[in-house]
């Protein structure tokens, strides 16, 4: 094949989507606060509303991706989000920031990693791993630039300001690259080339059908986690005796964390199967909540923390992408990923609201460590416990 400019600039649109629709907001929600003079957790929940309609969205946009294709979906997602983002610029009022931030979470569903995914499936036969693999390396870069580039802007220009920026970053860039440069026929005709799977008698189906629902637990578990230690993570440092500077640069440690950990199963990941590996990242996930929680005698642990978090996420978000491809035929990808994925981001959207709620139910960080790693460890057992109605590969 040719060579196409694809890869790189999806690797660049998912950098900026990630960022501005994901990442900035845990960073400017203080200023927006004191904006809006409002509780903390009413704008928050703006944010959660965001994700719950991403969760929502995700299957239907799934089903529009294996309809019309990558091109039509992105460049119409930077639209809206573009859109959202200029709407931030001029909100005055706390229903309109809400309404807004829902037609961003409609963004994100049209924007980030399932749309991205499922172009790659549909138009690379082969190496399609290593190519995911390779966006999952460019979306893990999000958080270590956009954190600090948050946190710059709402000091020096202001939260709304920054919205601006991020509205001229979806114009100028995302919904430049999608309309130039994505295919417009070959996703569709690639998709319908591929045969449909014989129909399988309906008891054959039940162990696939079996493995999908605790697999979709699952992710809604760590979705949850996740969600809630994107929103936490620099306070939760902070209440482990580092300042606001040192925790927000520990923080901001994650994400080249999660890029090695995408590295590593690039260099590694062709020997193991979805399986192998998914056990060990979350075993990994698992043992870094942990090393937080200890953090609290042994303040040296956040380092560890931040080491292995960022290790795992990045790595389950690679095992998740490669999960339907075990279990679901390629033609029907972004609806199987949709369809999978859609209870984890709506899992993740009770992140930010459930951690605080969380926090002043246990009356301590250390009660919310506490129960985000009992919840990791019923995710691990899920994950088990779904490849047991499938198939081992020897």
Same mark, same amino acid.
């Given at each position: ?43 928050? !929940? ?254 040296? @642990? ?55 709620? @969380?926090?002043?139910?246990? !009356? ?31």
């Amino acid at each position: 094949m040719p060579y196409s400019p694809i890869m790189p600039l999806l690797s660049i649109s998912l950098l900026l989507s990630w960022g501005s629709l994901y990442y900035a907001f845990p960073v400017l929600a203080p200023a927006m606060q004191s904006d809006f003079q409002g509780d903390s957790d009413v704008l928050t !929940g703006a944010f959660s509303v965001a994700l719950l309609i991403w969760g929502l969205a995700t299957y239907p946009v799934g089903l529009a991706l294996d309809r019309f294709g990558a091109r039509a979906v992105m460049t119409s997602g930077a639209l809206l989000a573009a859109v959202g983002f200029i709407g931030l610029y001029i909100v005055e009022s706390v229903s309109m920031f809400y309404l807004l931030w829902s037609a961003l979470g409609l963004a994100m569903a049209m924007t980030l990693y399932e749309p991205a995914f499922a172009l790659i499936v549909q138009n690379y036969p082969e190496g399609q791993k290593r190519r995911i693999g390779w966006l999952t390396i460019a979306g893990g870069l999000a958080s270590t630039v956009f954190w600090p580039l948050s946190y710059y802007l709402g000091e020096h220009a202001g939260w709304r300001h920054a919205m601006l920026l991020f509205a001229a970053l979806h114009l100028l860039a995302c919904l430049a690259l999608m309309a130039v440069h994505l295919p417009r026929e070959r996703i569709v005709a690639a998709t319908r080339r591929q045969p449909s799977p014989p129909a399988c008698p309906g008891p054959a189906r039940v162990p696939q059908r079996a493995a999908m629902v605790h697999l979709s637990l699952c992710f809604a578990v760590y979705g949850f986690i996740t969600a809630a230690l994107a929103v936490q993570a620099i306070p939760l440092l902070a209440a482990r005796g580092f300042d606001t500077a040192t925790a927000l640069l520990l923080a901001s440690c994650i994400g080249p964390m999660q890029v090695a950990g995408r590295a590593l199963d690039m260099v590694l990941g062709s020997r193991f199967d979805a399986r192998r590996a998914g056990l060990g990242t979350l075993t990994l996930l698992s043992l870094s909540i942990a090393a937080l929680w200890l953090a609290q005698w042994w303040p040296a @642990l956040a380092v560890v923390f931040v080491i292995a978090y960022g290790l795992a996420v990045g790595l389950l978000t690679v095992v998740r992408a490669m999960a339907p491809l075990e279990l679901a035929a390629a033609a029907k990808y972004a609806s199987s990923s949709g369809l999978l994925g859609a209870p984890s981001l709506v899992a993740r959207a009770a992140g930010p609201v459930g951690a605080a709620s @969380l926090a002043k139910a246990c !009356g301590s960080q250390s009660g919310v460590l506490l129960v985000l790693l009992a919840g990791s460890l019923i995710g691990l057992w899920l994950f088990a416990r779904a490849w047991s109605f499938t198939p081992v590969p020897a």
